[in-house]
C-alpha cells in the first residue's frame, strides 16, 4: 500500500511559488495498477520521486507499506565510473538478491554485448535507460514507478522483450504511471488520475480521467 495523507509541494522558481501538490490525499492498494495524467510542467516526476521517497513532502505524511521501485529512469543508485556488471552486482546486494541471476537477467535485457563490461559513463542516453529499466525489472518489488512508459530505444528486440516483462509483471504487482499522453496509460492501468493546479482527481475508470484532462488541456 502506498498512501499520501494531505501532502503539500511546492517550488520557489525565482519569480513566484510554483505549487506541485495542495493538500492531497490519495492511497494506492496493491493489485489496483493507478495512471496519473499530468500535463508537461505539472511535476510528473516530482510526484514519482516523493513516491519513491527521493523527495520529501514540505507538509502532510507519506506511508509506505510495501516495496516501492525506484522511478524507470532513475539513475542515482548507479555509479557511471564502473560497468554495467559492477552495477547490477553492487544493486542486487543492496536488495538482498542473487547478483549472478541480476547481472545475468540485465545483460539478456539490455543487449549491449561488449558494453556491458564498460563503464556507465560511456553509454549513450538510449542505453543508459535500457539498463536502468532491466535493473528496475530485475529486482523484486510490490509496485513499480514508471514516469512517461517504455524508455526511449531505438531497439526494438528491447522494447519487445521489456514490454512483455512488464505485461507479466502486472499479473502480480502494481504499477503507478505519470504521463501526459492518455495512450500510454491505456496499456497499464484502469484506474486513473488527473493532476493539474496542485489538486489530484481521481476517477475508477480512464475514460473519466480522459474527459477533465481534455477539457482542461484542450479547452
Known amino acids: 500500500m502506498l498512501e499520501f495523507d494531505n501532502v503539500s509541494k511546492s517550488f520557489w522558481t525565482g519569480m513566484q511559488r510554483k ?3 495542495d493538500r492531497v490525499s490519495f492511497r494506492v ?5 493507478l495512471g496519473i ?18 523527495e520529501k513532502p514540505d ?5 509506505r507499506e510495501s516495496r516501492i521501485s525506484f522511478p524507470l529512469g532513475f539513475m542515482g543508485g548507479v555509479v557511471s565510473r564502473v560497468s554495467a556488471v559492477e552495477n547490477s552486482r553492487y544493486i542486487a546486494r543492496l536488495y538482498g538478491l542473487d547478483p549472478d541471476y541480476v547481472e545475468a537477467f540485465c545483460r539478456w535485457l539490455c543487449n549491449l554485448g561488449e558494453y556491458f563490461d564498460q563503464p556507465l559513463g560511456t553509454y549513450s542516453s538510449g542505453m543508459r535507460a535500457r539498463f536502468s529499466f532491466a535493473l528496475m ?12 512508459g517504455m524508455p526511449s530505444s531505438t531497439d526494438a ?18 504499477v503507478i504511471i505519470v ?13 486513473a488520475a488527473v493532476l493539474m493546479d496542485g489538486k489530484l482527481h ?17 479547452g
Open 19 to 21: 505549487v506541485i501538490l
Open 29 to 33: 492498494e496493491l493489485g489496483k495498477s
Open 37 to 54: 495524467l499530468a500535463p508537461n510542467g505539472t511535476g510528473k516526476t516530482t510526484l514519482i520521486n516523493m513516491m519513491a521517497g527521493l
Open 59 to 63: 507538509e502532510g505524511f507519506i506511508r
Open 137 to 148: 525489472l530485475a529486482l523484486d518489488f510490490d509496485i513499480y514507478l514508471i514516469d512517461e
Open 157 to 174: 528486440e528491447f522494447n519487445r522483450k521489456a514490454g512483455d516483462i512488464l505485461r507479466e509483471r502486472l499479473r502480480n504487482t502494481t
Open 179 to 191: 504521463s501526459h499522453q492518455p495512450q500510454v496509460l491505456e496499456k497499464f492501468a484502469r484506474n
Open 202 to 218: 481521481m476517477f475508477d475508470t480512464l475514460e473519466e480521467a480522459k474527459e477533465l484532462y481534455d477539457y482542461e488541456t484542450q
